[in-house]
């Protein structure tokens, strides 16, 4: 199961076309900063990422990463300026996770950070948190995951770009679409694909997406693939069975497992 996360988060490529039949659960977090922070808040997820770092070792959450997102994205209309994926093993865990007290978070970040970071600090991260002094807007979505693949080729670092779609089903074909024909399409047109079913969401969130992709794209990503008539009738219906509502590129700034 570790070897199936540190794919997922983009950590080791394992054999070529892996796809895989464990299922994953995750929070995604859409961040909004407050203007003029953004240097500041990147340097409070690095001391979070510390915190995230003891969650995973502790069995509390199976992978964290953080994304910044590129303003020309979605045709210069992000938006978020960040994404927070929260990776868990199991739903379990995750609403275990999820459902921590205020007072729980709190006394566990002095945890983590004992003997790493000076009790000043500490203090001032924690105010932070509870003041909110960076978020303008959270938006989150708790997912269920359907389908993923890797390839062999992809070399996960910090750096690499990935692209987060929001979808839409418009009728009872659309999963099936997605993980029987598109997905084999998708298999060395991208070197990490992720499909993802929307089982929760914030008040806030975006009603009508009720999917999500997370893929890396290989450098001839979006070539003309030769087409059979099957594939083109596939490929009619299946677009019409969903409708995407936005698209982010975002680049990988850090992660933990």
């Not at 199991?90 to 003997?115: C, D, F, I, R």
């Not at 992809?154 to 679409?177: C, H, K, S, T």
């Not at 596939?234 to 677009?239: H, L, P, T």
């Not at 019409?240 to 975002?250: D, K, Y």
């Amino acid at each position: 199961m570790k070897k199936t996360f540190l794919t997922i988060l983009f950590l080791l490529a394992l054999t070529s076309n892996q796809v895989f039949s464990q299922n994953f659960y995750a929070q995604i977090q859409e961040v909004t900063v407050q203007e003029g922070l953004n240097s500041e808040y990147e340097e409070f997820e690095k001391f979070w990422s510390v915190v995230n770092e003891k969650l995973i070792a502790d069995g509390h959450l199976a992978g964290w990463s953080f994304w910044k997102v590129n303003p020309e994205s979605n045709d210069n209309n992000p938006w978020a300026d960040y994404l927070l994926y929260n990776l868990f093993s199991s739903e379990e865990q995750m609403n275990s996770t999820l459902s921590k007290s205020p007072e729980w978070w709190a006394e566990y970040v002095e945890k983590a950070h004992k003997g790493k970071s000076k009790r000043s600090l500490i203090k001032k991260y924690v105010k932070e948190t509870l003041d909110n002094k960076y978020k303008q807007k959270l938006v989150t979505y708790n997912t269920s995951n359907i389908a993923a693949f890797a390839d062999d080729k992809l070399q996960p670092a910090a750096g690499i770009n990935a692209v987060y779609i929001g979808m839409e089903q418009l009728n009872e074909d659309y999963e099936r679409f997605e993980t029987e024909y598109f997905q084999n399409r998708h298999q060395g047109n991208k070197l990490y694909w992720e499909f993802n079913k929307i089982t929760n969401r914030s008040d806030n969130a975006y009603k009508p997406v009720t999917h999500n992709i997370f893929e890396v794209n290989t450098e001839n990503s979006g070539q003309d693939q030769d087409s059979s008539f099957v594939d083109e009738m596939m490929v009619k219906y299946g677009s019409a069975s969903r409708t995407l509502h936005g698209w982010m590129v975002v680049e990988l700034l850090e992660f933990k497992l």
